[in-house]
């Protein structure tokens, strides 16, 4: 600002005025100059806090973040719905595979688990069965599968099932005596079959040692192997395929000793980079085209993210100014809540949003080349990002008062809102951890701590009551009169009391907005400042015009400094 001073003609002006160049010309100049600092700085505050189209009708400046915003929306959403339906291909093949493994290997398999296993068994000659059908199937895999799967390697890059088994160390069991001799150390015995060894006479290895029994020392027999798949259905969507390895594991759980063995599949996919991909056909090309988009979608988000943090870095040097002029003139400092006012939350947003996007694109862009297969982190990246740019669209909105009403609600209602849900928060872990340890061993829904909170929160909200109310086991009369008083003083609390106020603090603070948008908010000394007056009685002719001019030419010379705040 004192470099435009110095560059002004002084001396010409000072002839047409009249004006000395004594002590009291000196003031005179110093006084303007003051008045012109404070005259600019309430002009580009003003300018600040305009919207993009009171911008463009003050200066001409074209909102290039409002049009960069708007096509990154489009590109971002496109590049998201392309991505999820190639992830779709991903997940239903790995489900259907791990369904037709169940059928594969799963002895009386109905095609529907049990609660949170496959099936279970109920004697002995069934629990031999089910192991032997398990490795029988393994064997003669190429045969009966219908898929496009193989056998893989271990982890001892060895080819066949590793069979392993668990149990406590020698001892004796008389039921009808009432007596226990047993270790409770637990050891582990681990057997492998290779495809040649199964390839023998079977009489050799099921007479084997290893699988005589002792189903009342016998924890778990746990089947692992893996497989080696290919999932052409992506040929059909013009994608190159994927190549999977399968990490299965049948276990048969028998640490209850109840007389009943549950038997559990579990099967881990995993994408690896096909070795050899030839592939004739249009693919190639769709390919390209993909990654020509992805690109174009990371320059757009990086042209955002650097005219988004130019934005926030001019508008700290804003507030530096105001908060030094604030000083010098009034002696005081300006308050916190004025200070924020120039952080631009939905500035960070986008930043935030930018980065995330860039990253996920990025990650798009290598697991479609197939040298990079983690969907499940650029899942995360990209659908964050997409929440974060459709929430950024409330911004634009906001500039209209009838649409401003949700932001500003959010906004008074927010600290209320998290004191009070602190303080709910503790009744309700409170509830939680009794239901878990009483009605835990009668109820489904109160086994684990997390199950009880889904459970709480879904009677919060009016979801499946008579069930939960229904499945209380009534083996105890005393669990069961104490089930009725806690999920009818939970259901009356939360619903009737604590629901109620939370619903009532929100309306509170929108009554509280729409009280201001008639009346008027309260001013703050930012406010106030961009209300006074821009010139003073005393210089309302001559030097009027002279501070208008001054003002004008001083801008000029620093319309880098200006103008690009959005």
């Not at 200066?59 to 915003?69: A, S």
């Not at 099921?206 to 002792?214: D, V, W, Y």
């Not at 229904?470 to 104490?482: D, E, G, T």
Request: glycine share 4%.
């Amino acid at each position: 600002m004192r470099r435009a001073v110095e560059a002004l003609d002084l001396p010409v002006w000072d002839c047409v005025s009249g004006l000395s160049r004594g002590p009291g010309h000196r003031n005179v100049m110093a006084h303007i100059d003051s008045e012109v600092k404070e005259e600019c700085l309430r002009e580009d505050l003003k300018f600040y806090f305009m919207n993009p189209c009171e911008k463009y009708r003050a200066r001409h400046q074209i909102p290039w973040k409002l049009g960069l915003q708007i096509l990154k929306i489009l590109m971002v959403t496109t590049q998201l719905v392309r991505f999820g339906l190639s992830n779709q291909l991903v997940v239903a093949f790995k489900e259907d595979s791990t369904v037709a493994f169940k059928h594969l290997f799963l002895k009386g398999y109905s095609g529907i688990d049990e609660d949170d296993y496959s099936c279970s068994v109920y004697t002995q000659e069934d629990t031999y069965e089910s192991i032997f059908f398990a490795i029988n199937q393994y064997h003669h895999l190429k045969n009966i599968t219908l898929g496009t799967v193989a056998y893989g390697e271990n982890e001892d890059n060895r080819n066949g099932l590793k069979v392993c088994k668990q149990h406590y160390k020698k001892g004796t069991m008389l039921p009808s005596n009432e007596t226990l001799n047993i270790d409770s150390d637990v050891e582990t015995e681990c057997i492998h079959l290779s495809l040649q060894v199964l390839s023998k006479n079977p009489q050799d290895w099921k007479n084997s040692s290893f699988f005589c029994l002792e189903f009342y020392r016998l924890l778990q027999i746990e089947i692992s192997f893996q497989l080696k798949g290919i999932d052409l259905q992506t040929i059909r969507s013009r994608e190159l395929p994927d190549c999977y390895v399968f990490q299965n594991r049948i276990t048969y759980d028998n640490r209850a000793h109840s007389g009943k063995i549950k038997i559990y599949f579990d099967s881990d996919a995993n994408i690896e980079e096909c070795k050899v991909l030839n592939i004739s056909g249009s693919i190639q090309k769709n390919t390209q085209y993909v990654l020509v988009f992805d690109a174009f979608v990371i320059v757009i988000c990086l042209a955002s993210l650097i005219l988004c943090t130019r934005s926030i870095i001019l508008a700290l040097r804003l507030r530096k100014r105001f908060l030094n002029f604030f000083l010098e003139k009034y002696k005081r400092h300006v308050c916190d809540a004025d200070q924020w006012e120039f952080i631009n939350g939905w500035y960070v947003l986008v930043i935030i949003s930018d980065l995330m996007t860039i990253i996920g694109s990025i990650l798009k862009m290598e697991i479609k080349a197939k040298n990079l297969t983690n969907y499940d982190l650029c899942s995360i990246l990209l659908g964050t990002s997409t929440l974060f740019v459709w929430v950024g669209v409330i911004r634009y909105l906001g500039y209209f008062q009838t649409y401003n009403v949700l932001i500003l609600t959010m906004q008074a209602s927010l600290p209320k809102v998290l004191r009070f849900c602190a303080c709910a928060g503790m009744i309700y872990l409170g509830y939680t951890f009794c239901g878990w340890i009483v009605l835990g061993p009668y109820h489904d829904k109160f086994e684990d701590l997390g199950t009880v909170a889904e459970c709480l929160f879904s009677l919060v909200n009016g979801d499946d009551m008579f069930a939960t109310f229904a499945q209380i086991q009534k083996k105890s009369v005393l669990v069961w009169l104490f089930s009725r008083l806690y999920l009818y003083s939970f259901i009356s609390l939360f619903i009737y009391m604590i629901l109620s106020l939370f619903i009532a603090l929100i309306t509170d603070s929108y009554d509280t907005i729409k009280k201001y948008q008639q009346s008027g908010l309260p001013e703050t000394d930012l406010q106030k400042f961009l209300k006074e007056c821009s010139s003073k009685e005393s210089y309302q002719k001559e030097p009027s015009a002279f501070l208008s001019s001054f003002c004008c030419l001083r801008r000029k010379g620093s319309d880098d400094h200006l103008i690009l705040f959005n």
